[in-house]
């Protein structure tokens, strides 16, 4: 190896390790997902709540962090229950929101502007949701879009 060639590596040793990108240490919120449609991606298929987003929130789905590991009464540590009151237990809570959400959490019709969607996606104030991660990925997040598109229909104790 020539002297030239071995100072080259070192400086670029030096560069990468005095580079910003290793030295800014940020809260732990996942990777922001900014871009969002209202549209449903899907009008001629319903979501149904009940099947498809609540196996994702029980955990039943191989993949993403459970909430139901935070913000239910029954199990799990209860977490983002006892700091937001946000309870997912039932669709009937889940529509009550946390105490930063309220109304915000559904908006039926307009899932961009609705706070779970924001959580899922990381652009709400916070941690993006599950916090810690595994994420949702981009198809299970578009459920949640499309059941708030569709209207965000279901019963109460679904
Ligand atoms: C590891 C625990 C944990 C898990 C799992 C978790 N959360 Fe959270 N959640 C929290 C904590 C803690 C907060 C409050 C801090 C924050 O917003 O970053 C919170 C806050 C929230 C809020 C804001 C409520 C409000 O009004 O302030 C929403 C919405 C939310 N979570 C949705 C979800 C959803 C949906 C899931 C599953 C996809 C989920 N969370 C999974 C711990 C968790």
Redesign the pocket.
């Known amino acids: 190896m020539t002297r030239s060639t071995t100072t080259t590596i070192v400086s670029a040793f030096i560069a990468l390790a005095l580079s910003p990108a290793c030295t800014v240490i940020e809260p732990e919120v996942g990777e922001r997902l900014t871009a969002c449609v209202d549209a449903d991606s899907n009008p001629n298929v319903k979501v149904v709540f009940k099947d498809q987003i609540r196996p994702?929130?029980n955990g039943m789905v191989p993949g993403?962090?459970?909430?139901a590991?935070?913000?239910y009464h029954s199990s799990g540590?209860r977490?983002?229950l006892d700091?937001?009151?946000?309870d997912?237990e039932t669709l009937k809570a889940l529509k009550l929101?946390?105490?930063?959400?309220?109304d915000d959490?559904v908006v039926p019709g307009q899932p961009c502007k609705s706070?779970?969607v924001q959580?899922?996606k990381g652009t709400?104030?916070?941690?993006r949701?599950?916090?810690?991660g595994p994420y949702?990925t981009a198809e299970q997040i578009q459920l949640m879009i499309d059941w708030i598109a569709e209207g965000a229909v279901g019963a109460n104790e679904e």
């Open positions: 994702l929130i993403p962090k459970p909430c590991n935070c913000h540590t977490e983002g700091e937001t009151g946000f997912l929101g946390g105490r930063r959400t309220f959490i706070a779970i959580k899922l709400y104030e916070g941690a949701m599950p916090k810690g949702w």
